[in-house]
């Protein structure tokens, strides 16, 4: 296959019949079954949540592969290449290979009136790619709530974590805390423990009900050998070293340590010297409050200039009431997304005086201020390629 087959899978992947969010297990059930349901042959370790999920991933992927695991890595969303979801041991599935899986599920499906989402697609080809290449540990991301989450086809798993929840996609998930912890408490699996450090009632009745043991962890963990920063990755760190102490208790913490330095989870609170600069992808209130606190923390001094874009479907008026201060430097960003809110729609509920970030716009990183990008994954990459940012 030459490079343009997988300029093909992303024309399919994000076609107007494809690209749309319809929840439920019985298109993954079916389409799975077609391919000999290559989930049944892999150890997960399922994690979901509303923040949190991505980063406990990324530092439960480190651990095992310096444990000397070969561990499937499943996350989303990309930032610039769709191969970045599908990883074993830190190596994206080559272009190749992932055009070749998306239009095998995607034909098959047709074939037998299947009609699968772009996600579904890509869980199906993940499934099958593990499988096919034997992995030992799959360290599986949820897309979208839990319960009717095309990854949550697996019948059992090593455990399932719950990170910290809050109110986002509403719309799905329910409009209280108690309704969106009840869709990611439909991870537990029976028999299969489960780790969290939020004790609530649903939680423990969803155990209970698959006589699954749940585990609270306090989030205590001390952070200074973690590559990642941020208030929050107490919180992350803390469930994933339960998660390994539980499964893995022969992994030393000399290991543990060497999987802690060197995890890599880019644009997470990730800083970038040369500019000077912070690329975060908190996109919703709880992430912007925790972008903030960790500002305030690591940064209380300096002065700050925001490059900020978001999605309509986000709740952007609280996002942009919290996150900045008097005095900061904000520039508002219309990024190429069909849903990204417009400048106007931004500034209308900005309590300071906000900029635009047009083509012309000239940012001088080097002149003192910290400079930060925040409020979507989808901008994120259009940023990088405009300034020249190494994000690697």
């Known amino acids: 296959m030459n490079s343009i087959n997988y300029e093909d899978a992303i024309k399919l992947l994000t076609s107007v019949g494809k690209f749309h969010i319809s929840l439920g297990l019985d298109r993954m059930e079916q389409i799975l079954e077609l391919i000999g349901n290559p989930q049944d042959k892999l150890d997960c370790i399922h994690v979901a949540g509303t923040n949190g999920k991505g980063s406990v991933c990324a530092i439960l992927a480190s651990i095992l592969k310096y444990a000397g695991k070969k561990v499937g890595l499943y996350t989303s969303p990309h930032i610039f290449k769709y191969t970045e979801r599908i990883q074993i041991n830190n190596c994206p599935i080559s272009d190749d290979d992932f055009a070749k899986y998306v239009f095998e599920i995607s034909d098959l499906a047709d074939k037998n009136n299947i009609d699968l989402t772009e996600f579904e697609i890509l869980t199906a080809v993940m499934f099958k790619y593990f499988a096919d290449n034997n ?85 205590f963990e001390d952070t200074s050998k973690l590559a990642l920063k941020g208030t929050y990755q107490q919180e992350n760190l803390s469930l994933a070293l339960a998660a390994i102490q539980t499964l893995f208790p022969e992994i030393s913490r000399e290991t543990i340590d060497m999987g802690l330095e060197n995890v890599k989870h880019i644009c997470r609170f990730q800083y970038i010297p040369e500019k000077n600069l912070i690329i975060d992808g908190a996109h919703n209130p709880n992430g912007i409050n925790s972008l903030k606190q960790s500002l305030d923390m690591y940064y209380p001094y300096e002065k700050r200039r925001f490059i900020f874009g978001c999605l309509k479907n986000k709740d952007y008026k609280h996002m942009v009431q919290s996150l900045f201060d008097r005095g900061d430097e904000v520039y508002f960003y219309h990024f190429n997304h069909q849903n990204s809110c417009t400048v106007e729609e931004l500034t209308a509920v900005c309590p300071i005086v906000a900029k635009e970030l047009t083509p012309d716009t000239v940012i001088d990183f080097g002149d003192g201020h910290l400079n930060i990008i925040c409020g979507s994954f989808y901008m994120i990459s259009e940023l990088v390629e405009r300034f020249g940012i190494n994000v690697w």
């Open 135 to 219: 992995v030992d540990v799959v360290v599986l991301e949820t897309g979208l709530g839990g319960r009717f989450d095309a990854t949550n086809v697996i019948k059992k798993n090593l455990c399932s974590i719950i990170t910290h929840i809050d109110y986002d996609h509403t719309e799905r998930l329910g409009n209280t805390l108690d309704k969106i912890a009840y869709e990611k408490a439909g991870i537990i699996k029976p028999k299969c423990p489960c780790i969290a450090f939020e004790g609530r009632e649903v939680y423990k009745d969803v155990a209970d009900e698959n006589h699954s043991l749940l585990m609270l962890i306090a989030p």
